[in-house]
């Protein structure tokens, strides 16, 4: 279980890392087109596509955390093994329509470098981000995964 | 069955996933979503959403105001700017009766103009000004009530993540609801303040007047609060003056507040690393919400909900703003039961076409729409400022509650001045 969380952990790290270099880049960028009037070329653009970086390779370490929202107002009167079967249930769920965003998102990912498309300024292709994507979901699946597996022994333990 | 009963369906269904089997916001809206557009318009439709409406979504520039916003509330959070304000807000007017209590709310609105989340403001003064007031005998009531209101004022007073949410929903300008947003947080600041007066005046055992300060030592306290007013003027200013858009003010205020926290030597190893991690951690967590709340707008859009909502209403021929009242009235009982996150994101999509039909500015109702979720944060059961307060101090949380009344009617008499008198939240705007 350990190397399986190890994973969402690590693409964490990246997208924190992507965060700190957003900042920077848009600082940079403000800095020189103010005071030199010479802006960093496509910066919005470069901007989009580390977005796309950080928010999905962040989704996964979130999950783990136990960071993402959910209203425990009727739930958690529930007794402990009704609580069980419902969080089976919904992750259970989550795990699917999570999976079908992952084959999703790639077979896009596969249209986009058949049509071609790039970004429209700094003509980089956009597959690779959206590719990127598509490994940000499947990260996130693993973080799922990893979360049903331990609420199954929770209630083994129990 | 009709395309808006199968829309009307859809947003029953998100209640119930929410409520009754506690899935992940994110995740319900994108599942209700998925299912909606797949039995409205089949299965190539509903693939081609979610396989291109996440991305699409987080690469959008304006997107990018949401993480680096958090990103510097996280570091401002993580430092000891909001001790120094309440320091220095506790020396000016700690000494006059509730003048701790009055000096906690002035202190959450000055946080709140560097911060964007009304958590970060509770917690902070759940930590510095309640062992104080507990010093100076303040009862219980008085003082965790209005920590857990004046906390609220982050989500308020710009930056405030309500507004760019709200902002990026509806496709407003996030610039102008900051502006303003600026003048309403002032006059819900008076307006907890006038509560506290209020409340002291009759009950003085309360909330007794704390030490009296010498003026050089009012003067020197106002020192150790440059680096506020000074991120304040870098981003509002900034903003204001046209000089950066709103999402490059948040990496101007990041690496603002990260220049603050190095030279005044608050930054360790630790203290970074933590900083980033809970930025990407509630940028994530803020991100799938996002994303699930664009698939099921997709679906509302399909399911032409938000139309037949509009033309039910005008049907009724009532006056706008019976129909603006039931919308508050509304959301007062959903933020009885949602955090901000899935209120608004939830919500907006169905509400947001009514109001513009009624004729109400967009700009306006962000306002109040930020204020009305602000009371969801103080209100039973789900009254999260409450839980964080009550959790970190164990202070019971009926008496919390009990003590936010008071200024549960003040927020309300603010919504009301503000209703009318719009100009309260736009004059400032028609400047820019």
């Known amino acids: 279980m350990k190397i ?15 965060l700190f270099l957003m900042m920077s880049l848009t600082v940079a960028d403000v ?24 928010v999905f390779l962040g989704l996964g370490w979130c999950a783990l955390q136990g960071k993402q929202i959910r209203v425990d107002l009727f739930v958690s009167r529930y007794s402990p093994g009704k609580q069980r079967v419902i969080d089976l249930i919904t992750y259970g769920v989550g795990l699917i ?11 896009a990912t596969l249209t986009v470098q058949q049509l071609g498309i790039t970004c429209s300024y700094i003509e980089v292709p956009k597959f690779p981000f959206y590719a990127l994507a598509a490994f940000g979901w499947a990260v996130l699946f693993v973080a799922m995964a990893s979360l049903f597996v331990k609420r199954i022994k929770d209630g083994a333990e129990r | 069955m009709n395309a ?59 997107m990018a105001a949401l993480p680096l916003f958090v990103f510097m509330g996280v570091i401002v959070g993580n430092t000891s700017m909001g001790e120094d304000l309440y320091d220095a807000a506790y020396k ?51 003082a965790s009530g209005c920590i ?36 309403p947080g002032l006059l819900l600041t008076i307006l907890l303040i006038l509560t506290i007066t209020i409340t002291t005046a009759f009950r003085p055992e309360v909330g007794p007047a704390g030490p009296k300060t010498a003026f050089k030592v009012k003067v020197s306290s106002l020192k150790k609060t440059w680096h506020v007013v000074l991120l304040f003027l870098l981003v509002l200013g900034g903003i204001y003056g046209g000089i950066f858009t709103p999402t490059e003010a948040g990496a101007i205020g990041a690496f603002g507040a990260f220049v603050i926290v190095a030279i005044t030597g608050q930054l360790t ?53 019976v129909v603006f009242a039931g919308i508050i009235l509304l959301y007062i009982v959903l933020g009885m039961f949602l955090e901000v996150y899935s209120a608004v994101t939830f919500t907006i999509p169905i509400i947001y076409p009514v109001i513009v039909a009624l004729g109400f500015d967009p700009i306006w109702f962000g306002v109040i729409f930020v204020l009305v979720i602000e ?58």
Do not use: H
């Open chain 1, 31 to 54: 800095f020189l087109r103010a005071a030199l009037s010479k802006p960093i070329i496509g910066a919005t653009e470069i901007t989009e596509q580390m977005m796309v970086a950080m």
């Open chain 2, 375 to 432: 009371m969801g944060l103080i209100t039973p059961p789900v009254g999260m400022n409450a839980f964080i307060l009550g959790g970190m101090t164990g202070i019971p949380l009926q008496t919390i509650f009990r003590g936010i009344v008071p200024f549960f009617l003040a927020m309300l008499v603010c919504i009301f001045l503000l209703t009318i008198f719009p100009e309260i939240a736009l004059f400032l705007t028609r400047t820019m």
């Open chain 2, 269 to 321: 190893r630790k203290i970074f690393m933590d900083i980033l991690k809970e930025a990407g951690w509630t940028s994530a967590m803020i991100f799938l919400i996002i994303i699930g709340a664009f698939i099921f707008m997709k679906f509302l859009g399909i399911s032409k909900l938000p139309f037949a909502l509009v033309k039910i209403i005008e049907q009724f021929q009532v006056s706008k703003y």
């Open chain 1, 4 to 18: 399986i969380d190890a994973i969402p952990r690590i693409a964490g790290l990246v997208a924190m890392g992507v």
């Open chain 2, 92 to 142: 000016w007017i700690g000494m006059l009766r509730g003048g701790l209590a009055s000096a906690t709310v002035l202190a959450c609105a000055v946080f709140a103009a560097i911060t964007g989340s009304s958590a970060t403001g509770t917690v902070l003064m759940g930590k510095v000004a309640l062992p104080q007031m507990r010093r100076y005998k303040y009862d219980d009531t008085i």
């Open chain 2, 4 to 62: 808006e009963l199968v829309g009307l369906t859809g947003v029953v269904m998100v209640v119930v996933l929410l409520l009754f089997f506690r899935m992940w916001i994110g995740l319900a809206m994108a599942f209700v979503g998925f299912l909606g557009i797949l039995y409205l318009q089949g299965f190539k439709q509903a693939f081609g959403v979610v396989g291109t409406v996440p991305y699409e979504t987080v690469a959008y520039y304006p």
């Open chain 2, 148 to 183: 857990a209101s004046a906390g609220t004022m982050g989500i308020l007073i710009p930056p405030s993540m309500g507004l760019i949410l709200y902002g990026l929903l509806t496709e407003q300008s996030v610039g102008k609801l900051f502006i303003a947003g600026f003048f």
């Open chain 1, 97 to 107: 329509l999570v999976a079908m965003m992952c084959w999703r998102t790639f077979m």
